[in-house]
């Protein structure tokens, strides 16, 4: 991207770190998610449906801002569209500090996601038209991890010092790092000179092109659906089995951790079997893990399920990146992602609370979820086979 002067602009590491700074604060919410949940309910005795709806609220404004910055996206101003996204997500979380109510606080965490939505995907469709675009989200992968990794093992802390109210004000604080930092982002963004591409590496075109692109969002949806229910229930699920909120923290926060390693294996994996092969097989894992859960919950296997989870969530991430950069190198899909990840992220907490209003167990609801996990697979088994006919080089990179 570029402002008149160079493309060095855009690409400088202060641009990209701006831009994941920005991704990082807009998604600290959704990072936090069970365990601000869980305090909806211990400390204003919200029902299980109705912390998850208030998710889904969230959620669902995360999805209105990102499909508004796919529609202003040809004008090329992210920058401007981050500020507005900042001022909204900061005035969003000031005023939840004050709030108490189901109806009043499902309607501000609304228009908080809206705002964070904006500014999430804004920075995704920057780093989407960089050279190494890659790269910078495999970097963001990690960044988010470790602040995932940070945010649960301090979350629990700072409710016991500053409560929920002081919480919210806390993330709305953390925008203004990316606040200081925007002004390396050029005005108008416009996308980087690629590298030169292979033959090997020839981009699918055309019609096939959109078509697999839609069946990886669509993929992505329903994958985001199963992952944000359970992610979103994580620590009633713990407690549900007699674990302390500490020690449901403490096991989110290891695990997420050692998840880590999954961006790394999920890499060496697709050096020597390509990535489509491997991100079926990571599907398939946790196919497995939510089938466990849907017989039977216990400690132990919701300790070595949340660790499964974690690693295959993470592999996860960077295949479906991937896939939509190995079949549309221009980032006009990827710049979709934030959208297809809010769908999955609302409708995951909305349905789980629906079905929990319903009097489903939590192995009940999991069981349900199976459902959308096996879809997921489909999706991308879908991709695979059509690319393995009609593009194999690309099947097999």
């Known amino acids: 991207m570029s402002e008149p002067g160079g493309e060095t602009l855009w690409d400088s590491p202060l641009a990209v770190a701006a831009c994941m700074c920005a991704c990082v604060a807009a998604y600290a919410v959704y990072l936090a998610l069970p365990l601000i949940l ?34 202003l996206a040809k004008s090329g101003r992210f920058r401007l569209l981050m500020i507005a996204g900042i001022a909204v997500a900061v005035a969003g979380n000031a005023l939840t500090s004050s709030i108490h109510t189901f109806t009043a606080m499902a309607g501000i965490r609304f228009v908080t996601g809206l705002g964070s939505g904006i500014c999430y995907s804004a920075g995704i469709a920057c780093l989407s038209l960089t050279r190494r675009s890659a790269r910078h989200f495999s970097v963001f992968i990690v960044v988010l991890v470790l602040m995932n990794s ?109 998840s880590l390693t999954g961006s790394v294996l999920a890499y060496w994996l697709s050096l020597r079997w ?81 079905l929990l209003g319903w009097q489903w167990g939590f192995s009940q609801m999991l069981m349900a979820m199976l459902t959308f996990i096996a879809a997921c697979f489909g999706a991308y088994l879908l991709v695979y086979l059509r690319l393995r006919r009609s593009q194999p080089q690309i099947a097999a990179a």
């Open 38 to 71: 869980g305090a909806l309910s211990d400390l204003y005795g919200f029902s299980s449906r109705e912390i998850g709806w208030v998710g889904a609220a969230e959620n669902a404004g995360l999805l209105v801002g990102s499909v508004a910055v796919s529609l």
């Open 274 to 354: 390509g990535q489509h092969r491997p991100q079926l097989a990571a599907l398939a894992v946790m196919l497995a893990v939510f089938a466990a859960w849907s017989i039977s919950l216990s400690a132990t296997g919701y300790v070595i399920g949340v660790l499964i989870f974690f690693e295959v969530w993470s592999m996860t991430q960077v295949y479906q990146l991937g896939t939509l950069n190995g079949i549309d190198r221009r980032g006009q899909f990827v710049a979709l992602v934030p959208a297809a990840q809010g769908l999955g992220q609302s409708a995951g907490p909305f349905i789980a609370g629906l």
């Open 150 to 258: 940070l945010e649960l093992w301090l979350v629990p802390s700072l409710l016991a010092g500053i409560g929920l109210r002081g919480l919210y004000l806390a993330f709305g604080t953390a925008f203004f790092l990316p606040l200081l930092l925007i002004r390396w982002i050029p005005a108008i963004a416009r996308p980087c000179t690629p590298p030169p591409a292979t033959e090997a590496a020839a981009p699918v075109v055309g019609a096939t092109a959109r078509s697999l692109a839609w069946w990886c969002l669509a993929a992505i949806v329903l994958f985001n659906i199963a992952a944000s229910a359970f992610w979103a229930y994580s620590e009633r699920i713990g407690a549900s089995i007699g674990l302390s909120q500490q020690a449901v923290a403490n096991t989110l926060t290891l695990c997420n951790l050692f």
